[in-house]
């Protein structure tokens, strides 16, 4: 394994990267009124590879849109470092999202005309700024894609294009990364290959990643898990196993079925 040989993205280990207090989303109003994210408080650290999990429907996307300022929210607070989202103008919360969120959507989102290496370097082709090439390097090295980077994203493998979506996340060195089912389109070969990438951004890059999945053995890559029901926060576990996960599951259903 290298060493750090250039700068962290992060704040320091340890404190938090970001953070909900009584976070709450509703949608809709009335009949249709649907509450979301319930008084949602959580904390994710630094350097931290964060899960998300829980039933479908629990809340899991509002949580990850509103952390990252892709959706608005109904009370409460959603902060990104010290900087609140809440009350942030159009122009500071898009240069926010472009410079210290970086998103991963299940469906990789690459532009197919453009290659891996272009890809990549494309959000910040757009804002106008140059990548720390050093960095930039390293990120390539640590996904794997140095032998890749000339291939359009229809000459990779799902593993391979969702790792150049996870280059792209990194390459602007955010101080957090969220993504929502990150694996879910991938065969679990791939989906290991993306997951350990993610868990080495974490442990050799400082970076900082939140994830939603609904695979135990996803989860395991992770320091910590995080429990959705109902949009509430139901439970917190640290440094989780696929076989407590699934336990933890099993629970969770049974409770289900007997309320
Ligand atoms: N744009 C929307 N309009 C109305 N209701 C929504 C919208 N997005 C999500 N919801 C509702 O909010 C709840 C949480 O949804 P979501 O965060 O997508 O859950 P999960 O990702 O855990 O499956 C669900 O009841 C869902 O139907
Ligand atoms: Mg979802």
């Given at each position: 394994?290298?060493?750090?040989?250039?700068?962290?993205?992060?704040?320091?280990?340890?404190?938090?990267?970001?953070?909900?207090?009584?976070?709450?989303?509703?949608y809709?109003?009335?009949?249709?009124?649907?509450?979301?994210?319930?008084?949602?408080?959580?904390?994710?650290?630094?350097?931290?590879?964060?899960?998300?999990?829980?039933?479908?429907?629990?809340?899991?996307?509002?949580?990850?849109?509103?952390?990252?300022?892709?959706?608005?929210?109904?009370?409460?607070?959603?902060?990104?470092?010290?900087?609140?989202?809440?009350?942030?103008?159009?122009?500071?919360?898009?240069?926010?999202?472009?410079?210290r969120?970086?998103?991963?959507?299940?469906?990789?989102?690459?532009?197919?005309?453009?290659?891996?290496?272009?890809?990549?370097?494309?959000?910040?082709?757009?804002?106008?700024?140059?990548p720390?090439?050093?960095?930039?390097?390293?990120?390539?090295?640590?996904?794997?894609?140095?032998?890749?980077?000339k291939?359009?994203?229809?000459?990779?493998s799902?593993?391979?294009?969702?790792?150049?979506?996870?280059?792209?996340?990194?390459?602007?060195?955010?101080?957090?990364?969220?993504?929502?089912?990150?694996?879910?389109?991938?065969?679990?070969?791939s989906?290991a290959?993306?997951?350990?990438?993610?868990?080495?951004?974490?442990?050799?890059?400082?970076?900082?990643?939140?994830?939603?999945?609904?695979?135990?053995?996803?989860?395991?890559?992770?320091?910590?898990?995080?429990?959705?029901?109902?949009?509430?926060?139901?439970?917190?576990?640290?440094?989780?196993?696929?076989?407590?996960?699934?336990?933890?599951?099993?629970?969770y259903?049974?409770?289900?079925?007997?309320?």
């Amino acid at each position: 394994m290298s060493t750090i040989a250039t700068e962290t993205p992060t704040t320091p280990t340890g404190s938090a990267a970001a953070r909900a207090t009584d976070l709450t989303k509703i949608y809709g109003e009335g009949e249709t009124k649907v509450v979301a994210l319930d008084h949602v408080s959580v904390e994710f650290r630094a350097a931290e590879f964060t899960a998300i999990m829980g039933p479908s429907g629990s809340g899991k996307s509002t949580l990850m849109h509103c952390m990252a300022g892709l959706d608005s929210i109904s009370a409460g607070s959603a902060r990104i470092g010290d900087t609140e989202l809440t009350g942030l103008k159009d122009k500071k919360l898009t240069q926010l999202r472009r410079d210290r969120i970086g998103f991963i959507f299940q469906a990789f989102n690459l532009l197919p005309t453009l290659n891996a290496l272009e890809n990549i370097r494309l959000p910040m082709d757009i804002a106008g700024r140059k990548p720390d090439p050093e960095w930039l390097d390293r990120v390539i090295e640590t996904v794997g894609l140095s032998g890749r980077l000339k291939h359009r994203p229809a000459q990779l493998s799902g593993g391979q294009q969702q790792r150049v979506a996870v280059a792209r996340a990194l390459a602007s060195k955010p101080d957090i990364i969220f993504g929502d089912e990150p694996t879910g389109n991938l065969d679990s070969r791939s989906g290991a290959e993306v997951l350990g990438f993610l868990r080495n951004s974490v442990r050799e890059l400082g970076q900082t990643v939140v994830m939603v999945t609904h695979d135990p053995v996803a989860a395991s890559y992770a320091d910590r898990v995080v429990f959705l029901a109902d949009g509430r926060i139901v439970d917190d576990m640290a440094d989780p196993t696929a076989e407590r996960v699934l336990e933890h599951m099993k629970q969770y259903d049974a409770k289900g079925r007997t309320s």
